[in-house]
């Protein structure tokens, strides 16, 4: 299985006009909430993936984000897209794609080949 078969391309967001990583994660979340994809509130996503931001930085040296959360009882992997029109300057580096990943706790078993495959 390759990686794009996990990527629905309704949760792709070219250009926008998002001035931080957070909006554009925000608009993923949305996206997924108004699909009915979370198991928990919009808002409960928000807070998982502040809380592992807090842990540590999810930009890369190569201009790729990957913010990402774990939820409790989550049984999938769900990857929002975020390609943006002109490279976002961060605090972290700068960021050329954003892929953030919704995942378990104990982890979808293609999360890491997933995000090794991004990295």
């Known amino acids: ?8 391309k309704k949760a792709i967001i070219t250009g926008g006009d998002f001035s931080s990583v957070t909006e554009a994660v925000d608009a993923i979340i949305d996206l997924f909430d108004n699909r009915g994809l ?3 509130s ?4 928000r807070i998982k993936i502040k809380e592992r931001e807090l842990l540590g930085g999810t930009v890369l040296p190569s201009g790729v984000a990957i ?4 939820l409790e009882g989550f049984d999938d992997l769900l990857i929002g897209v975020w390609v943006p029109k002109k490279t ?21 078993p293609f999360y890491l080949s997933a995000l090794g495959a991004i990295a």
Not at 42 to 45: D, G, R
Request: proline share 5%; no cysteine.
């Open 88 to 108: 976002l300057s961060t605090s972290q580096g700068d960021v050329d794609f954003l892929f953030f990943f919704l995942t378990s706790k104990i982890g979808s």
């Open 38 to 40: 979370l198991p928990v």
């Open 42 to 45: 919009a808002e409960e996503v």
């Open 67 to 70: 913010p990402h959360a774990r």
């Open 1 to 8: 299985m390759n990686l794009g078969s996990f990527i629905d």
